[in-house]
């Protein structure tokens, strides 16, 4: 919680702050990277930041946490926490990392508001600050003890057991141990951070959704390939059966809850990979509480991994599966045709709702399911890439 004296000067500077605040992440990447360029080699995405969209997921998330401490101040994000210290321990984040963020982001602060930053501004946005690191680092150490790796050292060589094409752009990769290994058990849902090496030597890290449910003999994980991924590229061209992979531990917070309530899983894209891989999990524990399955594609031709999408929603007794296409083929229902439409889908009392895909995606469905009374509290979400839905 804020001090009083913090309260009062983050309430008064926020409007400042948030105006300014893309400026502000903007110029504290441009000083991270001149400091330690290595950052941007080998941790940060470097499409991301060419695009922007990072500094635009930093704003969003130091606007959004600052303004819940002056507004909340009994509580805490703790939603928004999870996921970026799960984002942060897929990539190895240690406690000292913080201290470097901290010193080039309050120079930016300085140079871009100027007057503004007197020494009771400063110290009252350092407290916002510590409090969101120290927060984060309890749940990212937290997050390593769990898997019983040392602090920030998630990486381990995994082998490529075999690979299959599921679309023209979509490879699937199973993973085996590299040491002979067991394969650790994750929670359906959860993605692993991939290490690889390009040309130029920089080791770009990337994150990509397990496919296979937990306790499977391999690791699965499907990957799409982006026109400008260095990553994707990468993995399509050059990875093959034998090939070898560093990868991490597995993270990320949009898990399945053991429980008897109905569920909505729906996805776009190659965002069903998480949604397979809770079907299976549900199909092997033998669930029997109805289970609501949607996925959107431009086509079936497109539909990563559709043949066991739709088999897993076949396998469930309690399970009705709702497939749209853009493009669909032949016989397919015309009222599944096009973006998705939950109109005719019934929603029961008391759903949890999971959702994967493309921003756009996902609000539109999160508004229809709304709209049908689910409660806010009771819509999951996992976003590829920077999450920018706090930064919209």
């Known amino acids: 919680m804020l001090s009083e004296t913090a309260t009062a000067t983050v309430r008064a500077t926020l409007p400042a702050v948030g105006a300014a605040v893309e400026d502000i992440t903007a110029l504290f990447y441009e000083k991270l990277f001149a400091a330690h360029p290595e950052l941007l080699r080998d941790l940060f995405n470097r499409g991301n ?25 009994d509580e805490r994000p703790d939603a928004m926490l999870s996921r970026i210290a799960h984002k942060h321990a897929s990539l190895g984040v240690t406690s000292g990392q913080y201290k470097v963020v901290h010193q080039h982001l309050f120079e930016a602060i300085a140079e871009v508001l100027g007057d503004v930053v007197t020494p009771e501004v ?20 937290r997050l390593y ?39 650790p058990v994750h929670k359906p849902g959860q993605y692993v951070s991939v290490q690889v090496e390009l040309p130029d030597g920089a080791r770009q890290i990337r994150q990509y959704s397990i496919s296979c449910a937990p306790g499977s003999p391999l690791r699965t994980i499907a990957v799409k390939r982006i026109g400008d991924g260095e990553v994707s590229q990468h993995l399509h061209a050059h990875v093959r059966e034998g090939s070898r992979l560093r990868v991490s531990a597995s993270y990320g917070d949009l898990v399945l809850e053991d429980d ?80 998705v439409d ?6 029961l009392a008391g759903t949890r709702a999971y959702l994967c895909g493309p921003l756009p995606f996902m609000r539109a469905v999160r508004e229809q399911l709304l709209a049908k009374g689910v409660p806010a509290a009771d819509i999951h979400y996992e976003v590829f890439g920077p999450d920018l839905w706090m930064a919209a």
């Not at 469930?316 to 032949?330: D, I, K, N, R, V």
């Open 49 to 73: 930041q060419a695009a922007g969209t990072q500094r635009q997921a930093l704003a969003g998330s130091i606007a959004g946490f600052a303004t819940y401490l002056v507004e909340r101040p």
């Open 342 to 347: 939950l109109s005719g889908v019934d929603v």
């Open 122 to 141: 400063a110290a009252a946005w350092d407290e916002v600050y510590w409090l969101m690191a120290g927060a984060l680092i309890a749940i990212e150490n």
């Open 145 to 183: 003890a769990e898997h019983g790796v040392l602090k920030g050292d998630t990486w381990r060589d995994w082998e490529v057991a075999g690979r299959t094409e599921e679309t023209a752009d979509v490879a699937t990769f199973r993973l085996r141990p590299a040491d002979g290994g067991s394969v």
């Open 260 to 339: 008897d309530a109905p569920l909505l899983l729906a996805s776009a894209g190659i965002g069903c990979t998480p949604i397979v891989s809770m079907l299976e999990h549900l199909a092997a524990a033998g669930h029997t509480a109805p289970v609501t399955v949607v996925h959107a594609d431009r086509s079936p031709a497109t539909h990563p991994l559709r043949t066991d999408h739709g088999l897993l929603v076949e396998k469930l007794a309690t399970a009705s599966g709702h497939f749209f296409y853009e493009q669909p083929g032949p016989g397919h229902p015309a009222c599944r045709t096009g973006l």
